[in-house]
């Protein structure tokens, strides 16, 4: 499983970006998108199972950020809409066979982990 993560940048509160991470290998693995903020620990953000019927989003992105896969092209999207300043954080995409590791938010264990991105939100 290789993950690759991009499509970040700069923008102004109230914009939408959409993050891409390319997931060679991943077909059968859950996918979660995380976050770390400067001087924050790493959060989860959103995940989606490996068929992409179940998603989970964390409680301030909920209503914001959708996130979905394309199991042909090996690509999970996070579209965030409504960007808000404190959405400003590198995000990484990672990879685990089971949904729940992803979701728990507790970092150690998970399968993979790709690069991360920085997404940048000026109020």
């Known amino acids: 499983v290789q993950l690759q993560a991009s499509g970040g940048g700069l923008v102004q509160a109230g914009e939408s970006l959409t993050l891409s991470c390319a997931a060679s290998?991943?077909?059968?693995?859950?996918i979660g998108w995380f976050r770390q903020a400067p001087g924050k620990d790493r959060e989860v953000v959103a995940c989606?199972?490996?068929?992409?019927?179940?998603?989970y989003y964390v409680d301030s992105v909920k209503g914001r950020f959708t996130v979905r896969r394309d199991n042909v092209e090996d690509t999970v999207f996070l579209q965030m809409n409504n960007l808000k300043p404190e959405d400003t954080a590198v995000y990484y995409c990672?990879?685990?066979?089971?949904?729940?590791?992803?979701?728990?938010?507790?970092?150690?264990?998970?399968?993979?982990w790709g690069q991360g991105t920085q997404v940048t939100v000026s109020s």
């Open positions: 290998g991943a077909r059968f693995y859950a």
């Open positions: 989606i199972s490996s068929g992409g019927g179940t998603t």
């Open positions: 990672a990879a685990d066979r089971a949904l729940d590791p992803l979701v728990s938010g507790l970092l150690y264990g998970i399968d993979y």
